[in-house]
């Protein structure tokens, strides 16, 4: 049974020092630290210390973080980590907010966390419906924007080439910036 530290920060300027002091104070036995920001990753898989100190933990470890933002970018995110916590027998402290999930009032705080979570999610996806009905009453393009007409009919031209000129669609695709898929369907409008 350790406790395993994890300290982070989001840029190369700033320092580790306040966390890794806290943690230290705290007790840990090991500390996975790094500097990388979670915003512009692309969740956790892009936290190489944050993976290897997940991976590190066992049943009856518990990951000490001296504030949730070192660790999750949202209630959700969190919710998730703790559900996998929980089912893998590991605990989890917040130095800071003085919360620890393996007593009763952190399990409280956990199921506050979720029906936020759950709650966050449902307002998400109210705004987005929200946002797609305005935007279809007033006539605008939902999804991608189009390859300009030029393009795609420039893309057009070297496919009915292709014995000629000995292009590959995925070549045509390359030269032109036209997505194959709209290729292939434009072409075949234009056959018939």
């Known amino acids: 049974m350790a406790l395993i530290g994890y300290a982070r920060v989001s840029t ?41 100190a997940l991976e590190y933990l066992r049943e009856g470890d518990t990951l000490v973080v001296y504030r949730i933002d070192r660790l999750a970018r949202s209630t959700f995110d969190l919710h998730k980590i703790v559900r996998d916590f929980q089912e893998r027998g590991i605990g989890l402290v917040f130095i800071k907010e003085n919360i ?9 705080m956990f199921t506050m966390l979720g029906a936020i979570a759950e709650f966050e999610r449902d307002l998400i996806k109210e705004r987005t419906a929200d946002g797609r009905e305005r935007a279809k009453a007033k006539g605008t393009h939902m999804g991608r924007k189009g390859k300009d007409e030029k393009d795609v009919q420039k893309a057009l031209k070297l496919l009915r080439e292709r014995q000629e000129n000995g292009l590959s669609v995925n070549e045509i695709s390359k030269m032109t910036g036209v997505p194959r898929s709209t290729i292939y369907a434009k072409n075949k409008e234009t056959l018939g």
Do not use: C, H, T, W
Not at 30 to 50: T, V, W
């Open 100 to 108: 620890d999930f393996s007593n009763s009032s952190g399990k409280f």
């Open 12 to 52: 190369m300027g700033q320092s580790l020092e306040a966390q890794l002091e806290a943690l230290q104070r705290y007790g840990v036995d090991k500390i996975f630290q790094e500097k990388y920001s979670g915003a512009e990753q692309n969740g956790m898989s892009k936290r190489p210390e944050l993976n290897k």
